[in-house]
C-alpha cells in the first residue's frame, strides 16, 4: 500500500517552538480549527501533546488532504477529525464553530484574498476572548528584514505574483476590522514570527 504521507524538514524545527506557544494560548478544551494543514505533520504533533483537544484539519489541496489523513491513520490518534477540503479565500465554510483556529505558512504562500478570508470567517465563528494562532515570516515597519526572508519573497513572488511576505500591520488592520484585538508578535526560529490575536 502506497504511504500518502508527505513529509516536510521545517515541520521538526518548528513544531515544538510552535506548540510552547499553543500551550499557553489555546483553551483546555474544545474544537481547534486548523486553516491550510499541509501535510498533516504539525496537527498530528499537537493533537498528540494536547488530547483534550479536538482537531479539525483543512486544506486546498487534494494530496495534503490524503496527507494528513495518512499521517492521522498512522500515528492512531482519535482526537483528529477528517480533514476538510476547501480554500481559505471561499465565501462559505464547511465549519460553523471553532473555540481556536491556526494558521501555519500560509499567509505568505496565498493570494490575499485568503487572508481576507481567514480574518472574515475567524471573526464570525470564534468566541469572545477566543485565539487566533498565525505563524510565518512577516514584514514589520520599522524593523529590517532578514536576508533570507527577502531572498525568499523574491521566490515567492517569482512562483506567483500574487503570493509574498505580508506586513503584520496590514493584517492587523484587516483583523482589527473583523472584531480582534492588537497583535501579539513572538520571535521564532528561522527569522519566523507567530502573530496571535484574540476576539474582542
Known sequence: ?????????????????????????LPKSGVVLEIASGSGEHIVHFAR?????????????????????????????????PPLLFDAAAPNWPVAKADAILCINMIH????????????????MLPKGAPLYLYGPYRQQGVETALSNESFDQSLKSRNAEWGL????DVAELAASHGF?????VPMPANNLSVVFRKN
Open 181 to 185: 484585538g492588537p497583535a501579539e508578535t
Open 49 to 81: 501533546h494536547l488530547p483534550d483537544l479536538s482537531f479539525q484539519p483543512t486544506d486546498p489541496d487534494p494530496k495534503a488532504v490524503e496527507s494528513i489523513a495518512a499521517w492521522a491513520e498512522h500515528e492512531g490518534l482519535q482526537n483528529i477529525r
Open 166 to 169: 505580508r506586513y503584520v500591520e
Open 109 to 124: 504562500i496565498s493570494p490575499w484574498a485568503a487572508t481576507q478570508g481567514l480574518l472574515k470567517h475567524a471573526g464570525e
Open 1 to 25: 500500500m502506497t504511504d500518502k504521507r508527505l513529509y516536510y524538514t521545517a515541520t521538526e524545527r518548528n513544531r515544538d517552538p510552535i506548540l510552547e506557544i499553543l500551550r499557553r494560548i
